[in-house]
């Protein structure tokens, strides 16, 4: 193939590895324009959840996540790349500058990236030891975010609030009508949380498992999360351009 056939087929290949991205209620909120000499991020808004995400930062977040993988798949076939975020549409432009041989670590964070899913059953019973929390809160704060790792003694006071949370969630019947339409069953597109994914039964911990109104096919498990080590994991900043970074930021940490 041509340079710039090369090009465009390696931007291809990466609009197609942004889908393994996790996104809200796997909406898959974003939609990729291929180019012969760049690869343009734009948000689907007919993916917005309007009820529980009205100011779209969950969707700026999601769609932060598939850049970030778009980004991962470059590297992985050794293309540099440069990132232009525009003040308005699109939300982000990758340009290819030039390619070299790949590193391998670069390779293998590609091969992690396909192999990432949310896991909603319950947590084994060894503790993350010391060093690995330390790496973990490294690793955030290099991509410029904060990783607050929650003491044992601040677990009840997060429970509640889950649980409030859930008690508001649950008595809104707009946004229950909202969740149901991306929870359950399984569709073509391959977006939603298909049954597979979701627990047969809501396991007892002491910080709730999100309830999602419908029980899958998933079996939990029967351990608790006293071995658990909660996080917050947040940003500085309040801006469209902000939220777009923490999800890609987020993603790199995880």
Known sequence: MTVDADRRQALREAAEAARYAPS??????????????RLELHAVTDRQLTVQDPDAHMLLLSCGAALHHARVALA???????????????LAV???????????????????????HTD??????????????D????????????????????????????????????????LQQ????WVGGERSDGTGIPDANLPAGLP????????????????AGEGH????????????????HEWLQAGRRSTRCG
């Open 135 to 174: 790496a973990l809160v490294a690793a955030t704060e290099s991509e410029g975010a904060r990783l607050h790792l929650i003491g044992h003694d601040q677990v009840i006071d997060l429970a509640v609030i889950v649980e409030r949370a859930q008690k508001t969630e649950t008595s809104d019947e707009r």
């Open 24 to 37: 809200i209620h796997n909406t898959q909120p974003w939609k990729w324009t291929v180019h012969p000499d």
């Open 204 to 219: 007892l911990t002491t910080v709730a498992e999100r309830d999602f109104g419908r029980t899958g096919t998933l079996a």
């Open 178 to 181: 909202e969740t149901a339409a």
């Open 120 to 133: 909603r059953r319950t947590v084994s019973e060894t503790r993350l030891g010391t060093p690995v929390l």
């Open 94 to 116: 990758l340009h290819l500058d030039e390619q070299a041989a790949p590193e391998p670590a670069a390779v293998e964070r590609f091969e992690q990236l396909k192999a990432r």
């Open 76 to 90: 992985a076939a050794g293309w540099r790349v440069r990132v232009e975020r525009p003040a308005g549409t699109p």
């Open 225 to 240: 999360d006293t071995a658990a080590t909660y996080a917050v994991l947040y940003g500085t900043g309040d801006e469209r």
